[in-house]
């Protein structure tokens, strides 16, 4: 019976234990929520109620919803009351948080503080930063705010924390780009220091460069300037002061306007723009008024100056006196043209004297001075074709060359000329397939001229391959006629100056006879056409002459 009866005893304490500890629950979360004002907590002194003489349920609910943790504590430290936001900060549920002592959940200096600040009296948001340590073990560095509260058994503590962890990891990042800062300063400031040594040097470099271009630009002969991008003038040599006799004001205030020749004035503005809109380098020849009022001739020329990327720095130009070498030309053509026409006279009579002995009856002529007649009619021939080349020359430097035009098919004059050529070379295959018919305005005998001139030129400088085809095509509102070889074929260089008046291909292993005067000469011709000549060629390769001829309306 006395084991039963214990039993019963012990029963009933369990179930009178298990009464108080739910009791005491309800009694927390009543607390909690603000639906009491008053709890017991049991200390060595026994049980003492505890009362806020002035909360109400507004303010427990204020307090519940705050995003900062809050807590009170008694004299002795002990929490006796704890928001949601607390029991989340040091991850403990609020039945184990209220009536545990506040030391346990801090570190030791911070402990050292929370034993002093509860010695003192008349705390009023007293702030200071201390560590929590978390149900984990881990820290969080929090800011506490500290006010006396004054209870029915006497002051207690109400504590407000701020976590601080975000705003502690912020300070460090800040902390660790301002040292990344403080060093790119310094970097920077380094990189500064030695630019400015740097820009000193080349300022240096750049006024003793400066100095070297002045030095040079006024001690050369030729009138030098230069332009911005836009064509307006930013410098002109001495040179230019001296010959034009302008002051510095003048020059920019005037430039080329009343420098000029008038009537050389308009081409030179309107080729210089095309420079200035294309890129491309300026060249034309002009006459500049000498500081006594006469004009000179000169050779313009300026170029654009770029940097790296292709982008316009600005244009460098010069003139160069060439009045005294127009003068001799001149003068030497006005001999070519005498000398052209008095030896004409003497070659059709030296001619004809050779075609009658040639056609002599009378006695029998030997075979030898047959020969001799047969060799000087030939030279003759080549002579009178270089007095009527330096004839057509003396014209075109006077602007003599005129002829009459007819309407012109181009299939029967290319056909022509290739018949004419292949009598007159019968060692080559001369080839030509006509096309649709076109009709062009022109003079047969100077387009002919034009024509054979290609052909010559072809046959020439194409000793080993024989092979010449002419081709005649449509380019938009003109025709074109080529004549291609396979001969020796030109450089880029020479591309440049064929077309140049005395000009001769020069090949250490290919020689020909001839003054160079008839592609000039057909150039003109095709100019004198509304025309325009070309060639495309590579040595080695062969060269394709051709003109463009526009057609008939």
């Not at 506490?144 to 990042?173: F, R």
Request: with cysteine.
């Amino acid at each position: 019976m006395s084991g039963e009866k214990l039993q019963e005893e012990l029963e009933a304490e369990l179930r009178e234990l298990r009464f108080q500890l739910e009791e005491a629950n309800d009694t927390i979360e009543a607390i909690r929520t603000g639906m009491v004002d008053a709890f017991v907590v049991h200390g060595q002194e026994g049980h003492q109620l505890y009362t806020l003489k002035s909360a109400d349920h507004t303010y427990r609910v204020l307090i519940e919803k705050m995003g900062e943790g809050a807590i009170t504590l008694n004299k002795d430290g002990v929490i006796l009351y704890s928001n949601s936001r607390f029991s989340a900060m040091v991850g403990l549920p609020l039945e184990k948080i209220i009536g545990k002592t506040f030391n346990e959940l801090i570190l030791g200096s911070s402990l050292e503080d929370m034993n002093w600040i509860m010695q003192q009296k008349g705390l009023n948001d007293y702030k200071k930063e201390i560590n929590l340590v978390k149900s984990d073990l881990s820290t969080m560095p929090v800011l506490i705010s500290i006010t006396n509260l004054s209870l029915e058994e006497g002051i207690s503590l109400s504590i407000v924390l701020t976590d601080l962890s975000a705003q502690k990891e912020a300070q460090q990042v800040l902390s660790a780009k301002n040292t990344e800062l403080e060093a790119a300063r310094n970097e920077a400031l380094k990189l500064n220091n030695e630019l400015e040594d740097t820009v000193e040097e080349r300022t240096r470099d750049l006024s003793v460069s400066k100095e070297h271009f002045m030095l040079l630009a006024n001690n050369i002969p030729q009138i030098t300037w230069t332009n911005l991008p836009d064509g307006q003038f930013n410098f002109f040599n001495q040179r230019w002061f001296d010959y034009t006799g302008l002051s510095f004001d003048q020059t920019f205030d005037e430039g080329w306007a009343n420098v000029i020749h008038p009537d050389d004035l308009i081409e030179t503005q309107l080729r210089f723009s095309q420079s200035l809109t294309t890129g491309e380098v300026f060249e034309m020849e002009n006459r500049y008024k000498y500081n006594d009022g006469s004009y000179r001739w000169h050779l313009n020329r300026s170029i654009p100056l770029k940097d790296e990327s292709g982008q316009l720095l600005f244009w460098v130009g010069t003139a160069t006196d060439i009045d005294d070498q127009r003068k001799s030309i001149e003068k030497k053509d006005e001999f070519i043209g005498i000398a052209s026409h008095e030896l004409k006279t003497p070659l059709t009579s030296l001619k004809a004297y050779l075609q009658l002995i040639s056609s002599y009856k009378k006695e029998v002529v030997p075979e030898q001075v047959k020969t001799f007649v047969v060799k000087a009619e030939s030279s003759i021939g080549k002579l009178q074709t270089l007095v009527n080349d330096l004839l057509d020359v003396s014209k075109i430097q006077a602007g003599k060359l005129h002829f009459s035009s007819v309407d012109i098919d181009v299939n029967e004059l290319v056909r022509s000329c290739t018949e004419n050529a292949g009598y007159m070379y019968p060692d080559y295959d001369i080839t030509f397939i006509a096309t649709e018919p076109y009709i062009i305005n022109g003079n047969v005998e100077r387009l002919e001229q034009v024509m054979m001139n290609m052909i010559n030129n072809a046959v020439k400088y194409s000793p080993v391959n024989k092979d010449i085809t002419l081709a005649v095509s449509k380019e938009a509102d003109k025709v074109k006629i080529a004549v291609k070889d396979h001969g020796i074929g030109l450089s880029s260089s020479q591309v440049d100056k064929i077309f140049e008046r005395f000009y001769r291909v020069d090949d250490r292993n290919f020689s020909a006879s001839g003054l160079g005067m008839g592609l000039y000469i057909s150039m003109e011709i095709i100019k004198s056409h509304n025309g325009t000549m070309g060639v495309e060629s590579e040595i080695n390769n062969g060269s394709t002459f051709y003109v463009l001829l526009p057609t008939s309306s």
